[in-house]
């Protein structure tokens, strides 16, 4: 049961150019939502989060959009930097629960 | 600081085999401790998280089991491993309700 799901398995863009990454989720529980970059052979790192209160979250370059309503949310990332290159994965999770559900990624490729 | 270990980082096993992934935390008291498997493009899949000592909640019906003897001490095992076991194996932490969670660097399992 993918409840979290990110429809893009890769995306490339130039550099300066700004990325857009998307995720949509079905469960109406969740809360709680949060964007994490995972280079190959690392664990994934927490870049960004949003709480089911807010439509938009700001950190530097990266901005992440949240529309409940379509259940739908985005990591902006401008502008994009090739060491942006690598997998991010959309989570998700209800506010009084342990069971955090991840996407299964978006490859991302900043060319210089 | 908090910091999250997990070993070994790369593992190479004959099918039929036992397993024991071992993941431990420091800087923390009481977290929740989660095991992810991210199999080969696919995203991770939660397999079981622990809110306490000796407190287990699984996902998936497999052939792993998770067992928490210590509160920042997390180990992942199988009695005999399948093929299909293979992947990479992720430790994440987190504490309270809606925070984010912090991934070990992964251990990478190949059953042959």
């Known amino acids: 049961d993918q409840q979290v799901k990110q429809n893009s398995p890769s995306l490339s863009v130039q550099e300066g150019r700004i990325s857009i990454l998307n995720c949509d989720y079905t469960?109406?529980?969740?809360?709680?939502f949060l964007w994490y970059k995972k280079y190959p052979a690392e664990g994934p790192t927490f870049l960004i989060s949003?709480?089911?209160?807010?439509d938009k979250n700001e950190d530097g370059r990266f901005t992440v959009f949240l529309n409940k309503s379509a259940k739908h949310l985005s990591l902006h990332i401008v502008p994009s930097q090739p060491g942006d290159s690598a997998v991010y994965f959309c989570?998700?999770?209800?506010?009084?629960?342990?069971?955090?559900?991840f996407g299964a990624g978006t490859r991302l490729t900043v060319k210089p | 600081s908090q910091t999250i270990h997990q070993w070994p980082a790369t593992l190479v096993q004959p099918v039929g085999s036992p397993l024991s992934l071992e993941c431990t935390v420091e800087?923390?008291?009481?977290?929740?401790l989660y095991w992810y498997r991210q199999a080969a493009g696919r995203g991770l899949q939660l397999l079981f998280y622990?809110?306490?000592?000796?407190?287990i909640s699984s996902e998936v019906p497999q052939n792993l089991s998770a067992s928490r003897p210590q509160d920042r001490q997390f180990i992942l095992s199988s009695k005999k491993l399948l093929l299909s076991d293979s992947g990479f194996y992720l430790c994440?932490?987190?504490?309270?309700?809606?925070?984010?969670?912090?991934f070990g660097q992964g251990t990478r399992l190949t059953v042959v």
């Open positions: 994440a932490w987190s504490v309270g309700g809606a925070t984010e969670a912090f």
């Open positions: 469960n109406s529980m969740f809360d709680y």
């Open positions: 949003i709480s089911s209160i807010k």
């Open positions: 989570a998700a999770r209800p506010y009084n629960n342990n069971d955090m559900r």
């Open positions: 800087g923390t008291s009481n977290p929740n």
């Open positions: 622990s809110v306490g000592i000796g407190q």
